[in-house]
């Protein structure tokens, strides 16, 4: 299973990106996705994820009505996206999947980094 995370970059407060994870390897249609992010010092965190066919979403409170995760499944693709961008955002942000049937996630992207400037 692989899972490749794009689109971070440097931003300035109040700006957008747009993050993307295609996954390889795996029934994708048939799992759930997530974001995850982790700030220097801080544990990784639960930020968004969407059910297999995107019915259902997702959010911790610090992101609703900012960030918006969405998926393609013929594309086998997660996408991320971010608006009114705060320093407090500023993280590394990784997908991840699970079967809809499991608590937890099993498979991790390698992380992209988001950097937002105030």
């Known amino acids: 299973v692989q899972l490749q995370a794009s689109g971070g970059g440097l931003v300035q407060a109040g700006g957008s990106l747009s993050l993307s994870c295609a996954a390889s390897g795996l029934p994708f249609s048939t799992y759930f996705m997530g974001w995850f992010r982790q700030a220097p010092g801080k544990e990784r965190e639960f930020v968004a994820e969407?059910?297999?066919?995107?019915?259902?979403?997702g959010y911790v409170g610090s992101v609703k009505g900012r960030f918006t995760i969405s998926r393609d499944n013929a594309k086998n693709t997660v996408y991320l996206q971010m608006n009114s961008l705060k320093p407090e955002d500023t993280a590394v942000y990784y997908c991840a999947a699970r079967k809809s049937t499991a608590t937890t996630y099993g498979y991790w992207g390698q992380g992209t980094q988001v950097t937002v400037s105030s």
């Open positions: 969407i059910s297999e066919s995107g019915g259902r979403t």
